[in-house]
């Protein structure tokens, strides 16, 4: 069992910036592949970014390239998401996920935390 926990997230005015971190308690999360998803009420959760362990590759939703950055932080065992130009479309609670592999497919992903709420006025 892996638990996963964010922090961050709030209000933000459109075309500003926030940033949204994600830990996984008692594990090293550098070991891991680790997601963000986004849902908003009514929608289904949707892939945002992800990282996969070992060479670190980076992945993203089409919606959030060039304005969204997926990092790590292995001296502080998180996973960050810094998200600039927000925009209210951007609204939604988001979800870090942790598994072994990086997929788009939420429903592959075994480890989820409670989630964060952002949202962007207009």
């Known amino acids: 069992q892996v638990h996963v926990v964010e922090s961050g997230g709030g209000l933000v005015q459109a075309g500003g910036s926030l940033s949204i971190s994600c830990a996984a308690l008692?594990?090293?999360?550098?070991?891991?592949?680790v997601g963000w998803f986004r849902q908003a009420p009514g929608k289904e959760r949707m892939f945002v970014a992800g990282?996969?362990?070992?060479?670190?590759?980076?992945h993203y939703a089409d919606s959030v390239k060039g304005r969204f950055t997926i990092s790590r932080d292995n001296t502080k065992n998180m996973v960050s998401l810094q998200m600039n130009s927000l925009k209210p479309e951007d609204t939604a609670v988001y979800y870090c996920?942790?598994?072994?592999?990086?997929?788009?497919?939420?429903?592959?992903?075994?480890?989820w935390g409670q989630g964060t709420q952002v949202t962007v006025s207009s």
């Open positions: 996920a942790v598994d072994t592999y990086l997929t788009m497919l939420p429903e592959r992903w075994h480890y």
């Open positions: 008692g594990r090293t999360l550098s070991s891991y592949a």
């Open positions: 990282i996969s362990w070992g060479d670190r590759t980076t």
